[in-house]
């Protein structure tokens, strides 16, 4: 496979950008070798600037749920940007998109638009503080919400797989603040609100761990977090920036039927632009400046260009049978990827929810972060390599969701079984 363009980028931007990129699981340091550069990208592949093709199952990390460079999307931007790329004035756009999350999320009865998924969460934990007037919060191992210094503590994603428990310069004072719990442990909670409860400002949880691989609750789990803090006066945040509008329509919050005090949103609700949200019962949300003393803002909020990508992709994922239809297809994936690895010899489970999933080279079940760090990464490693050499495009770590669009039809999944059946072979 030639990459001697992307080679060359990747030699210009290690001089000046950290890492040679801008946002750490891209460098590929997990899965060692070097990134390849985006030329373009259409439906379920990314081209790159070597000219070579990929199914892709990152989509961006997930806001091209509907496939790259979808038509009514890009028309909706173009349409958009003529009149201007902001304001800083209200705009339309903005209201539209407030009507359409606190529609299709009850929970949220008001809504704040910024600009990435971790301003969303820090805005959500600051207003739990905010309203309850204590300080602590409880955060998941393996969980990741953003790079707020209250969250890199025990986080997955990025911060995992680099081995950064922790980082530097976040104050222990303000971590300390942070307390963990594992993911899917009903004692350890319940414990853990016995004893300081009563100081707890919120919980904030991925109700499926899209940051430590894809780790789904446990029956009745997300309903034990919710009785904790309804019992001790803590709020529970559904960090939705992965599953929201991704897993069923609604989100976690929807398929397992739980009603949080906070949500939090990105990636889909861009569709692609730099956007998040969080959103809650209106007597928390009108605690928000200017209706409240709680301050949050934003020069770029609410940006219109974004506004317009983020509801032409919430219009299409609203098509009957759209979720339905994702799910169908991540099932044909990981069953066809299962019977693979078991025509191969090779262990090997996979975990899934509508329109999202996990590899693991191990055997399942995988119910816990212990359990999914158990995988053998060295193993993926080997695979996603041997798989990015046939043209299939996995995130580039052991412990990142997988993502499935509707742009991923027949054609692309039987190709990528084909390279996942030459793939398994070789390890
Ligand atoms: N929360 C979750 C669950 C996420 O997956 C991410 C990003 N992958 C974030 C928050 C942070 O979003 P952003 O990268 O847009 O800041």
Redesign the pocket.
Known sequence: MNNARSHALFTRASELLPGGVN?PVRAFKSVGGEPFFAQRAEGAYLYDVDGNRYVDYVGS??PMIAGHAHPQVLDAVARTMRDGLSFGVPNALEVEMAEAITRIVPSCQMVRMVN??????LSAIRVARGATGRTRIVKFEG?????GDSFLVKAG?GVMTLGLPNSPGVPSALADLTLTLPYNDFDAATRLFDEVGGQIAGLII?PIV??ANCILPRPGYLQHLRELCTKHGALLIF?E??TGFRVALGGAQQLYGIEPDLS?F??IIGGGMPV?AYGGRRELMSQVAPAGPIYQAGTLSGNPVAMAAGLATLELIQAPGFHADLEHRTHALCDGLEAAARAAGIAFTTTRAPAMFGLYFREGPVQTFEDAKASDAARFNRFFHAMLERGVYLAPSAFEAGFVSSAHGEAEIAQTLEAARASFALL
Do not use: L, P, R
Not at 116 to 121: I, L, V, Y
Not at 143 to 147: A, N, P, V
């Open positions: 946002s990390w997930g990435s998924g971790t301003e969303a969460t969980c990741y919400h953003g790079h994603s991925e899209g940051n960090d920036v992965m939090t990105g990636k998040g």
